[in-house]
């Protein structure tokens, strides 16, 4: 329960700031359906999704599986609004992982901060363990979030760049399956079809904990 007190903050953060990332993008591709519906916004509550972002990863820290993950409520984005149809939909897509790549290097640099508050103000230990803790789990999350939304099943972001890459007979039904996929993703969720996430997750962590390391020789 104190680790779930922990996680869930961060979760919501990030997975906050990568729907954030969807709708700010949108808006410089033209399409001003998240600005008008107040959605490029950080305060949490009109992006929280109660099961993907409070019920599931709550499940999942507290049942122990290893892999924390969840989601906001969709920020609504039109592309036929979009100055370039394929472009704007290729970078809405990949911008909230990107946010969620450069968020776990953000955490690692906290990470670090937490190491010098150890040297230089030893007696907020307490801090500096808790703070510690919540960039790790930034870290983790953060790559496991980037990796999850890179599978290629709808509405995952990675399907709408998938999808281009199919011949245009296999791409329109494959996009047409929308959010049905969250059925499949389910599925492979209860049988533990996610482990395979849990090698790159391991190995960005690894690469994140070395660029750590370099910050506080």
Known sequence: MENLLIVLPVLIFSIVLHEVAHGWVAHRQGDATAAMLGRLTLNPIPHIDPVGSILLPAMLALTGTGMILGWAKPVPVNPRNFRNYKRGDILVSLAGVTVNFFLAF?????WAASEWGFRFAPGLIGVWEALAQ????GVYINFALMMFNLIPIPPLDGSHVFAYLLPPRLAVPYRQLGMR????LFILLYFGGFRFLAWPVEMLFTVAVHFKDLLVV
Not at 106 to 110: M, N, P, Y
Not at 181 to 184: L, R, S, Y
Request: hydrophobic letters at 70%; zero cysteines; glycine letters at 16%.
């Open 134 to 137: 919540m960039a790790q789990y």
């Open 181 to 184: 996929g969250i059925v499949v």
């Open 106 to 110: 953000g955490f690692a640099i906290l």
